[in-house]
C-alpha cells in the first residue's frame, strides 16, 4: 500500500508542450510539497502546501503551477516545457514532527 | 541561509566493514535532521529521524548522531553489506511552519564483496 505514490513515473516530451504530474499521499499528512532533483543529483523545494494552503514557492518559474484540490493531492502543472526542465520531480509529505516520506519520482525529459 | 554539506562524496569500502558518514549544516537553528537512502533511479527511504531536543537515533546497524551545537550529524553503518550500497542524503528541516528540508548532496557508498 504505497504511502506517497506519483505518476507518471516517467515523462518523456517535446519543447512547447504542457505536462502534469499527479500526486497522492494516503498518510493522512496535512503538508504536501514538489522537489526537483537535477542531473547533478541535487534535491531542492519547489514548493509546500499545507492543507491546501500555498505556503512555500522557491521562485519557481510561474510556468510552473501547483494545485492542491484536497489535503490528500498536490498535481504538477508545467507549462511551455524547456529543455532545461528535464529532472526528476518528487513529491512528499510531512506531518509534524514526523519527518518526510517520499514518492518515487517522476522523470522527465524535455526533447 | 542554511546549507548542508556532506563528506565524503563517495566512499568504496570492503564488505564488513564499519563507516561513518558526515553532515554539516551552517545554521543551528534546525527543527530536525532526516537521513535518507536513494538507491539509483529510485525514490527516497527514509533511515532515521532526529529531533533537535535528541543526540541521536537507532535502527538495526544504522546509527544516527546529531550535534546541534556544533552543526553536525553523522550516519554511523556497522557491518556494513554489499545491499548497503547507494546515496546517502542528510536534511535539516529549519523551521516548524516552513517544513522546508534543505539537503546535502550525498554521499554515494559502494560495499564491495
Known amino acids: 500500500d504505497t504511502a506517497v505514490s506519483q505518476t507518471p513515473k516517467y515523462l518523456v516530451t517535446q519543447m512547447g508542450n504542457d505536462k502534469s504530474i499527479k500526486c497522492e499521499q494516503n498518510l493522512g499528512h496535512d503538508t504536501m510539497y514538489w522537489y526537483k532533483q537535477d542531473s547533478k543529483k541535487f534535491l531542492k523545494i519547489m514548493f509546500s502546501y499545507n492543507n491546501k494552503e500555498l505556503i512555500i514557492n522557491e521562485t519557481v518559474p510561474n510556468r510552473f503551477s501547483p494545485k492542491s484540490p484536497d489535503k490528500a493531492h498536490l498535481n504538477l502543472h508545467i507549462n511551455s516545457l524547456e529543455l532545461g526542465d528535464s529532472a526528476v520531480y518528487f513529491c512528499?509529505?510531512?506531518?509534524?514532527?514526523?519527518?518526510?516520506?517520499f514518492g518515487s519520482g517522476t522523470r522527465l525529459t524535455v526533447v | 541561509k542554511q546549507e548542508v554539506t556532506q563528506i565524503p562524496a563517495a566512499l568504496s569500502v570492503p564488505e564488513g566493514e564499519n563507516l561513518v558518514l558526515n553532515c554539516s549544516f551552517t545554521d543551528s537553528a534546525i527543527y530536525n535532521l532526516q537521513w535518507f537512502r536513494q538507491d539509483p533511479g529510485k525514490g527516497l527511504t527514509s533511515l532515521l529521524l532526529i529531533q533537535s531536543s535528541q543526540r541521536e537515533q537507532t535502527s538495526g546497524r544504522l546509527n544516527a548522531s546529531l550535534d546541534k551545537s556544533s552543526g553536525r550529524s553523522t550516519l554511523y553503518i556497522a557491518a556494513s553489506q554489499p545491499g548497503d550500497s547507494a546515496t546517502y542524503l542528510c536534511?535539516?528541516?529549519?523551521?516548524?511552519?516552513?517544513?522546508?528540508?534543505?539537503f546535502g548532496q550525498g554521499t554515494t557508498l559502494q560495499v564491495k564483496p
Open positions: 512528499a509529505s510531512s506531518q509534524g514532527q514526523l519527518g518526510y516520506t
Open positions: 536534511a535539516v528541516d529549519g523551521s516548524s511552519n516552513t517544513g522546508k528540508l534543505i
